[in-house]
Nanobody, 123 residues
Framework: QVQLVESGGGLVQAGGSLRLSCAASGRTFSSYAMGWFRQAPGKEREFVAGIRSGGDTMYSDSVKGRFTISRDNAKNTVVLQMNSLNPEDTAVYYC?????????????????WGQGTQVTVSS
């Protein structure tokens, strides 16, 4: 059974940093895309960052230059380093895995999801 478990969320002041981690289990994910989405209250789930099996990355315009996604295929983990956080980054962040090499901007194209971790940025 595939399981994704996020950790690292919390409360941080504007301008601060957080590091989210996602541990995947139940199968090997080295050949598949991994990514992060977020959902703020009253808003739709949106793509944040994705990483191809080979390491190519993609980011939403809103986080480009501030967030960095990385993966460790040997450990089946994906990490999202978030710097220069602002209140607009406040949301529940979800880890996801897609049964394809390339990430997708569309939540419905991803196959497995974590339970989410709350990130709150105070002004």
């Amino acid at each position: 059974q595939v399981q994704l478990v996020e950790s690292g969320g919390g409360l941080v002041q504007a301008g601060g940093s957080l590091r989210l981690s996602c541990a995947a289990s139940g199968r090997t994910f080295s050949s598949y895309a991994m990514g992060w989405f977020r959902q703020a209250p009253g808003k739709e789930r949106e793509f944040v960052a994705g990483i191809r099996s080979g390491g190519d990355t993609m980011y939403s315009d809103s986080v480009k230059g501030r967030f960095t996604i990385s993966r460790d295929n040997a450990k089946n983990t994906v990490v999202l380093q978030m710097n220069s956080l602002n209140p607009e980054d406040t949301a529940v962040y979800y880890c996801a895995v897609r049964n394809r090499q390339w990430p997708s901007l569309v939540p419905g194209n991803w196959d497995y999801w974590g339970q989410g971790t709350q990130v709150t940025v105070s002004s």
